[in-house]
């Protein structure tokens, strides 16, 4: 998760500088915002989000509060693959 949200944190410096696509900057935005609405991802987020610079904090928050994101967990995949590693049988 670290990884991710420090390759955003990249993604944010080159979209204020000009130098990336708006196109690309909304799709890694939407793609790590939907990482934080997961369970686990939320958990993170609270307590390390104060590590990362305010500006990046401000774009995923204002992201997640939109609402408009997908949740891995509703994905049949990942809930086949959380079950076998949760509920073996």
């Given at each position: 998760?670290?990884?991710?949200?420090?390759?955003?944190?990249?993604?944010?410096?080159?979209?204020?500088?000009?130098?990336?696509?708006?196109?690309?900057?909304?799709?890694?935005l939407?793609?790590?915002?939907?990482?934080?609405?997961?369970?686990?991802?939320?958990?993170?987020?609270?307590?390390?989000?104060?590590?990362?610079?305010?500006?990046?904090?401000?774009?995923?928050?204002?992201?997640?509060?939109?609402?408009?994101?997908?949740?891995?967990?509703q994905?049949?995949?990942?809930?086949?693959?959380?079950?076998?590693?949760n509920?073996?049988?």
């Amino acid at each position: 998760m670290t990884d991710t949200l420090l390759s955003f944190q990249s993604c944010l410096a080159l979209r204020q500088a000009g130098t990336l696509d708006n196109r690309i900057y909304d799709a890694y935005l939407t793609f790590t915002a939907s990482l934080l609405v997961t369970t686990g991802g939320q958990a993170y987020w609270q307590h390390f989000r104060n590590t990362f610079i305010p500006e990046m904090v401000e774009e995923l928050d204002k992201k997640i509060a939109k609402g408009d994101l997908g949740n891995i967990q509703q994905i049949p995949q990942f809930n086949v693959n959380w079950n076998k590693q949760n509920n073996p049988q």
